[in-house]
């Protein structure tokens, strides 16, 4: 009760400072439960707005920030998505919700334990547009290209250039971008033509981005 409840203050929250304002973003975070992808352990924190550790140094987003970045990749149903970073899967499954069965997700995890994690729950909860691949993300994934939009859920000390070539043209990609420990900006980029528009969308701190274009250990 109590973990209803405080999803249900989040949305009023959301809804009342218009932070949200996709009605298809609220629908998702309403049918979508966190506590199903978060350790046992922490279930009565589920709806917290503050990230959640889910091993391996890494975290689940608070929820604020995941409907955020949800909201500013503007997704249309159909929808082709490629996420960097599944963590616990539970972005790509408010992601899937919000392209329908028409659409796709490709979400990679550098990350073995963390892609076996997401794995499960998403199967779990039979989600079936959602396919995570344990890999380097940060080299996109170039099997599936090209997609309409991309979505980075780590630091990256510059958005990587494979991820750039892998969108497709109108396509947008949202990516936390600068120093890991100052803090990084929220960027989304716009792909016109073989040109790129960026918009900086505010103030965000993430782990940092594994990989060939990520941070060095």
Known sequence: MKTKSSKKRLIDYWQSSRI???KKVIEAFKAIPREKFIPQEQVKEAYGDYPLSIGKGQTS????TVML???ALELKEGDKVLEIGA???YQAAIIAKI?????????TEIIPEL???????IKKLKIKNVKIVNYDGSQGYKKQSPYDKIIVTAACPKVPPPLLEQL???????????????????????????EFEEENL?????VPLKGKYGYAP
């Open 20 to 22: 949200i304002k996709d």
């Open 61 to 64: 987003s608070q929820p604020t």
């Open 69 to 71: 970045m949800t909201e």
């Open 87 to 89: 963590g616990s899967g």
């Open 99 to 107: 392209v329908g069965s028409k659409g796709k997700v490709i979400t």
């Open 115 to 121: 892609a076996e994690f997401a794995q499960k729950k």
């Open 168 to 194: 497709k043209g109108n396509g947008i990609l949202v990516a936390p971008v600068g120093p890991v420990f100052l803090g990084q900006s929220m960027l989304r980029i716009r792909k016109i033509r073989n």
């Open 202 to 206: 505010g103030s965000f701190a993430f």
